[in-house]
């Protein structure tokens, strides 16, 4: 026997069905509410050391492997999630988003960085540079290339961050040791294992890099 509103309704005068298109309609304007936030002033000199509200946007402006990005962003926003979502650089990737696993490595002022853990403010007037910035149009460079070479890689999906912390080293060491390779790619995890692959990658990029 086929149920109507009123077969369905409660104690309190409510239909279930009612009840669910309510929730719905309360759903979408809060997921509303929260993917528009407003749009502020911009940040100023005088606001410096001051704490904002989460919603609160502020202009920033990024260098990004040698380009220069005006955003909106809000404070509490990972220099991650502006690179991936605002400007658009997907080879930095999302891992634990915890300062974990080094899946998100970039480099700030050529040092590896957890982007995940850096804040976007935090990053304004600094050289950020990202997998993307290593290639010379569509050739790679002696990094990436020494990665597939070696096949220093199984899944990929760790293996922008891999890259850009031996990157990161070879700015500081020229010729690493294999000791200074291994304690240089310590903070990137690889959940296939591949480290031995990844050890000579940066031991043949340090060789590509002298030619």
Not at 94 to 111: F, H, K, P, Q, S
Not at 146 to 170: K, N, P, R, W
Request: glycine residues 12%.
């Amino acid at each position: 026997m086929e149920k109507n509103d009123h077969d369905d309704k409660q104690g309190n005068g409510y239909s279930r069905r009612g009840f669910m298109q309510f929730i719905g309609v309360g759903a979408g304007v809060v997921g509303a509410s929260l993917l528009s936030p407003p749009l502020r002033r911009p940040l100023k000199a005088e606001d410096v050391g001051t704490i904002f509200p989460a919603s609160e946007m502020v202009k920033v402006r990024l260098a990004v492997n040698g380009t220069v990005h005006a955003v909106l962003v809000e404070p509490r926003w990972s220099l991650l999630y502006v690179l991936r979502e605002i400007i658009g650089m997907t080879g930095t990737k999302i891992g634990c988003d915890r300062g974990e696993c080094g899946a998100c490595t970039v480099l700030i002022d050529d040092v590896p960085r957890y982007s995940c853990m850096t804040l976007a403010v935090e990053a304004e007037n600094r050289t950020i540079t990202t997998v993307e910035g290593l290639m010379k149009g569509e050739e790679l460079g002696p990094v990436q290339t020494a990665f597939v070479e070696t096949d220093a890689f199984q899944c990929g999906y760790c293996t922008s961050g891999q890259i850009m912390a031996v990157e990161g080293l070879l700015r500081k060491v020229e010729s690493p040791s294999p000791e200074e390779i291994r304690l240089g790619c310590s903070g990137n995890l690889c959940r296939c294992g591949a480290y031995p692959n990844i050890f000579a990658a940066a031991g043949k990029a340090a060789q590509l890099k002298s030619k």
